[in-house]
DNA sequence: TAGATATTTAGCACATTGGCTAAATATCTA
DNA sequence: TAGATATTTAGCCAATGTGCTAAATATCTA
């Protein structure tokens, strides 16, 4: 898959308000799939394709936790896409980012 | 129209890539919908209908010049609206701007 | 004014999106 | 194993998005 039709990806998942409201839900840690759907006016099956978008973006990851499956917002992904886009159309906005330290983290190549 | 919905009009405008690619282009500065049409192998009509969708969202805007319409990109409202989603959801990535100074620009109110 | 050029508007066709309900799958618990 | 709970998958439907061509509008030029 070509780099544009990836950030086109990210794009269309950013463009429904429920799923930018999911993923602001999940800026305090990670969430199950019920947790989530508690939180709109929607059916779950709904928030499950929502979910299911924003993992085929790389905006979230899960991990199943017995009878749950729980969700975590992929922070990285989010910021690297917008801030190259952002940096393309707009060079005098730079996104800066405070990546936290982490032991044996290795930087990413081009 | 609240906050949200104005939100969901930029990145439905930027979840499409001719959009962003339109974008892209006026970077170098205002362009004329011809000379952006002339960049795509779409007709004219559907790219006037992007240069709508971009234009109602704010990203750009429009001057009349004899026979042609020029396009600019806003940059600022680009910028923002980005800056705000990214903060609301990754507040470890900031979007710094370099905003130039023009002679009587006042500062935004909240 | 007539015609050429630039652009948008109108209307059609087809694919995608996003909601729903019903059914399938996976896991836990008695 | 049977049933309860959590979640996804399948399939339907109405609305939206995006391409096209034809026609309308605006401006320039002869």
Not at 41 to 66: F, Q
Not at 72 to 100: M, N, W, Y
Request: with cysteine; charged share 25%; hydrophobic share 35%.
């Amino acid at each position: 898959m070509t780099e544009a039709q990836d950030e086109t990806g990210v794009f269309k998942a950013l463009a429904d308000p429920t799923r930018r409201q999911i993923l602001e839900d999940l800026r305090g840690g990670e969430l199950a799939a019920g947790e989530i759907a508690g939180k709109f006016p929607i059916s779950a099956p709904s928030i499950s394709r929502h979910l299911g978008v924003l993992k085929g973006a790389g905006l979230v990851t899960e991990r199943r936790d017995g009878n749950r499956i729980l969700y975590t917002l992929a922070e990285d992904r989010l910021a690297t896409c917008i801030g190259r886009f952002l940096s393309a159309v707009c060079p005098e906005q730079i996104v800066l980012r405070h990546t936290k330290w982490r032991p044996g983290a290795q930087r990413e190549g081009s």
